[in-house]
Structures are given as structure tokens and as C-alpha cells.
């Protein structure tokens, strides 16, 4: 009975950091990782209600290309990109019109294998179930 609890606790101890790391450092804080070594963009989307929202994300870059991924519980902005594919993305204060495209096969796989989910960060976004999506952005 000890042990039920306790992994209870643990797992439960888990969802709270997994909701804490996802809602608030990531979705509210949206801090920047360029000085960790990979490279960032903001990316402005349109929601159906017309706000506009801005979302740090890390950008993934394959032949020229610029693709972002969604592989996180919180994946409003991706919706957002769905759903009015016109989006701003400004990279290292340059902004710039672009189209998100969804890719797939080869293509995601490119994209996937240049910014790969190993273990340290699936388990710090609470390993998503979430299939993950791929948007490359075109400029216009």
C-alpha cells in the first residue's frame, strides 16, 4: 500500500512539473534557447477571432528551408498556422512575411532528424502523445 502511494505521489508530483514546465515556462515565459546552442524565431499567428498571438519557437533550418515543429501538449499556435497559414516570423529581429506549410514524409523526416525529441526533452514535456507536426515557412 506504501508503494501505491508513493508512486502515486511521484507520478502526480510529475503531471504538476509537466503542466508547470509547458503552461508557464515555456507557454508564458517563452524563453529563448539561442544561447543554448539552437536557434530561435518568433513566430506571429492570426487566431480565428483576428488577435494576433507571438510564440518563441525553435526553428529548424534544412537546405535553406526554415520549418518549426509542434511536439508539446500547448500547441495553440499551430492550430492558429492551420487555420490562417499568413503568418510573421521574425528571426534575429528581421521580420518577414511567410506562408506555414505542413510537410510531410521525406521532408518531415529531414526536418524531424535536424531537430530530433531525445529522451531529456520528451521527458520534460511529459512525453506528448500528440503525433508531432512539422510546418515549414515559406516566404511570400
Same mark, same amino acid.
Given at each position: 500500500?506504501? +508503494?501505491?502511494?508513493?508512486?502515486?505521489?511521484t507520478?502526480?508530483?510529475?503531471?504538476l512539473?509537466?503542466?508547470i &514546465?509547458?503552461?508557464?515556462?515555456?507557454?508564458? +515565459?517563452?524563453? #529563448? &534557447?539561442?544561447?543554448?546552442?539552437?536557434?530561435?524565431?518568433v513566430l %506571429?499567428?492570426? %487566431?480565428?477571432?483576428?488577435?494576433?498571438? *507571438?510564440?518563441m519557437? +525553435?526553428?529548424?533550418?534544412?537546405?535553406?528551408?526554415?520549418?518549426?515543429?509542434? $511536439? $508539446?501538449? #500547448?500547441r495553440?499556435?499551430?492550430? *492558429?498556422a492551420?487555420e490562417?497559414p499568413?503568418?510573421?516570423?521574425?528571426?534575429?529581429?528581421?521580420?518577414?512575411?511567410?506562408?506555414?506549410?505542413?510537410?510531410?514524409?521525406?521532408?518531415?523526416? *529531414?526536418?524531424?532528424?535536424a531537430?530530433?525529441? *531525445? &529522451?531529456?526533452?520528451?521527458?520534460?514535456?511529459? &512525453?506528448?502523445?500528440?503525433e508531432?507536426?512539422?510546418?515549414?515557412?515559406?516566404?511570400?
Open positions: 500500500m506504501k +508503494a501505491l502511494k508513493w508512486l502515486g505521489g507520478l502526480g508530483l510529475y503531471a512539473f509537466v503542466v &514546465f509547458e503552461a508557464g515556462y515555456l507557454g508564458y +515565459a517563452q524563453p #529563448s &534557447f539561442e544561447d543554448s546552442g539552437i536557434p530561435m524565431l %506571429t499567428t492570426t %487566431t480565428t477571432s483576428g488577435e494576433t498571438q *507571438n510564440t519557437l +525553435a526553428r529548424i533550418t534544412v537546405d535553406e528551408k526554415i520549418y518549426v515543429s509542434a $511536439h $508539446h501538449w #500547448s495553440g499556435w499551430h492550430s *492558429n492551420i490562417n499568413d503568418v510573421l516570423v521574425t528571426i534575429e529581429g528581421v521580420r518577414s512575411a511567410r506562408r506555414a506549410v505542413p510537410v510531410e514524409g521525406p521532408e518531415f523526416q *529531414n526536418a524531424a532528424e531537430l530530433p525529441l *531525445n &529522451f531529456p526533452v520528451r521527458l520534460l514535456m511529459g &512525453f506528448p502523445l500528440l508531432r507536426q512539422i510546418l515549414r515557412l515559406d516566404e511570400v
